[in-house]
């Protein structure tokens, strides 16, 4: 069978940034004008009063620090709390194969290639900002490459699930160099006013370069010894914006039609999933836990990150063994465990080997063990 390489990742980084302490004070004074406009009905037990938010619970319970966003004035603004993100005409690229074309440029100067070598774009990501056609072929596009392009979601797994369908591509013969892309503009479809998730997410754009060994120039590839996908139904996570929502009227606009989720049950049902997958996925490929070296995982929390390496490990994992990007990232769904990879590979020596694992909404699970050339 037909080798597979990471030969190149790309991270396209918004220029704004917003610290907890600013995303805070923005949620705090919304609250504050939302409980006075609302003093007569709080008063009489009609609404709730809103709860202050602090950077101090933010910290503590995710680890987060800030996150970038592709606009900041419209998230701190207390009288709007998401994003100014103007409509492009159809001419125009659209913002996020904009971004997404940015970190692919970058992936693929790194992996040594020219978009004439790219024969398959996926788009692998958590939102799409509309139903068609593809930003992957937007890209494609944009880019100037041949071959084919699709979008797929599975949530913050995106990526591990793109990396799987590009391998097999490569394998199958269907394809010899895949860009999947990770976009993800998470601002779009966070509520900025629910103070038990203000804080979770991020916009970034991630891209690797996937091809047939054989193809590879580069030194320091990274070959997919494995990948290994796990879905399993749960409604903790969820978001049920849609197509048919103007459909019934009555919904249009309810806080369903953004994220939402239950964070604890997601955290004590997904970290020992995550744990006894890594654990299954390295004992069939023959690979004991003291032969991963590195942990490129998902960045949701950082105490699930590190309650995961110890289910595995047996005991705490280094920041070397575990990187965390999450302080400085914050949650960027399916981008998470790429930019960890992105930043954290260097040092690996050839014959040394890696795990990228996401978890995610579905739920969904995706580890892809690599080994340095
Ligand atoms: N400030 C102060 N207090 C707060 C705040 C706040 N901002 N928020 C909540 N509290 C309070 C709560 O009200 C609660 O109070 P009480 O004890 O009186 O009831 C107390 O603090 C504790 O609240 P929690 O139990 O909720 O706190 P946790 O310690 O569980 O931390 C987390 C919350 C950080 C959300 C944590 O549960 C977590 O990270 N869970 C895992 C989440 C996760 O990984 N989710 C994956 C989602 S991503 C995905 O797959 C889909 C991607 C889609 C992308 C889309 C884009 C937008």
Known sequence: MQEVVISGTGLYTPSESVSNEELVIAFNEYVRRYNERNAASIAAGEVTALA?????????ASGIESRYVMNKSGVIDPDRMYP???????????IQAEIGADACRQALARAGKTVDDVDAIIVACSNMQRAYPAVAIEIQQALGCGGYAYDMNVACSSATFGIQAAADAIRSGSATCVLVVNPEITSGHLEFRDRDCHFIFGDVATAIVIEAKKTCTVNGAFEVIGT???TKFSNAIRNNFGFLNRCDESGVG????????????VFKEVCPMVADQILSHSQDLGLSVEQIKRFWLHQANLSMNELISRRVLGRDATKEEAPVILNEFANTSSAGSVIAFHKYHEDLQPGQVGVMCSFGAGYSIGSVFVKRC
């Open 254 to 265: 309810a806080r369903d039609k953004l994220f939402r989720q239950e964070g604890r049950k």
């Open 84 to 94: 100014f993100i103007a409509e492009r005409s159809d001419d125009e690229i659209g």
């Open 228 to 230: 290994r996908l796990q």
């Open 52 to 60: 202050e938010s602090s950077p101090e619970f933010i910290q503590k």
